[in-house]
């Protein structure tokens, strides 16, 4: 098969991909009431993609511009082999941005290694400082991991950012807390807007916390300043009580989009990839990569042409009423 000429992934309104979103498994020791129901079940292993093709794939994006990887999943810690294949990735692409995002409650025994390894950032899930309230969303009692995994990350100055997915009726009230943490440590706060992403999950207009309420909320605990909108999801703001400073981010992709900058690609941990959050459509590369006869020249063609399609998600969040993605984030990515 001819090689198409390019080596940048561009879509047709402009956008430039420099973004890819791996899931490495979509299995999770954690059920958030926000993500995962308890009835669904897992993709089989044979179905998910092997390390080594994970790599492939990784390496065919940084082939085409790609500068920034995050894995994710499911909880990634979860997966066997994790951290080697972690290290795999850091050697063979010494300058590629590579985050991760977890729940922190497996997290705290890697911290050494992903310090070693130069991981550029963890993005750690974490909803509520209260024991109960923890098991409520997640449905396991393991705070007290996820705390140690913060102080190790601390320790160790590995550098983090805690994403909140604000739930009016559910952790509203801890606002001040997560605020007292962005001021007493160095540590960026992000509240998160709460998806509609999947059937089967608590999502309600009742419990959705707008962005804007959110902010105005925070501002009646101490000043806020905006720092900068670089066109990235989370909107960044200084956080000023007394001679306490701290960061917090704000990202609302349900009130206020981003598609306009969006320059993101997922793909699942079965090998589909999805352009845009938002869009049910998934290009199965699998089963393309593992063809004898296609293999990644093929899926290099399919990248190509798909990113050429990308969508404007907000407009298909706009035409739903309910769930916009047959997906839950758990099977996505996030
Ligand atoms: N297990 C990892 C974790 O907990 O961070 C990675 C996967 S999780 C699906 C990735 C992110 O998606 C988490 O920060 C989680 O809070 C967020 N998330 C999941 N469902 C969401 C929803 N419906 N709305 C907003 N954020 C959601």
Redesign the pocket.
Known sequence: MDALPVSSLSDSLGRTIRYLRLSVTDR?NLQ?V??RDGLETFVPHESILRYEEMEQLVGLAVSLGVNKLRL????PFVRRGFLDFLERLRDRYPTLDIRL???GTLLGPAVSRLKALGINGV?L?LDTFDRKTFERITGKDLLPQVLESMHTMLQAELPFKI?V?GMQGINDSELPVFIDYALNNPVEVRF?E??P?GEG?C?SSRIFWKGEAILAAVRKHCQVDFLKDTGAPARSYRLVKGDRQGKMGLISPVSQHFCASCNRLRLTAEGSLRTCLYDDREYRLREVLRHPRLGLPAVRRILILAVLHKPFGWRLLEKRLGAVASRR??AI??
């Open positions: 999770c958030c926000y993500c994710t999943g499911g909880e995002t977890s729940n993005n899930s994403n997915v998160i709460f998806m992403m999950t999502w984030m758990h990515g996030g």
